[in-house]
């Protein structure tokens, strides 16, 4: 049974920073992708970033690109998502997930992943 644990969300001003935590446990050799996404009320899950956990390859979307950093721990079985320069249009439940897919040889970004966390929330005031 995959399961998750994050931690990290909260509250900061525009212009702060916060680092998401995740680990991920219950698989036999490991997820190849590890992804953040993120929800606001009403709307569509948004990807935000993934890293292809054999090469560490990270991938971002278009609003996030320079100021949010992907990165993850094996030995601890942990992905990070370190959060800069945050605005409050960045508020919104974040959610970990793992997918052992790869597509065209990149990890997917749709949310559609396998598996996912429980959600951190963020939230950015002006």
């Known amino acids: 049974q995959v399961q998750f644990m994050e931690s990290g969300g909260g509250s900061v001003q525009a212009g702060g920073s916060l680092t998401l935590s995740c680990s991920v446990s219950?698989?036999?050799?490991?997820?190849?992708?590890m992804g953040w996404f993120r929800q606001v009320p009403e709307k569509e899950r948004e990807w935000v970033a993934n890293i292809y956990t054999l090469t560490g390859n990270p991938r971002y979307g278009d609003s996030v690109k320079g100021r949010f950093t992907i990165s993850q721990d094996n030995d601890k079985k942990m992905v990070y998502l370190r959060m800069d320069s945050l605005k409050p249009e960045d508020t919104a439940m974040y959610y970990c997930a793992a997918d052992l897919r790869l597509i065209g040889g990149n990890c997917p970004r749709t949310p559609d992943y396998a598996a996912w966390g429980q959600g951190t929330q963020v939230t950015v005031s002006p």
């Open positions: 219950g698989y036999n050799a490991g997820p190849k992708c």
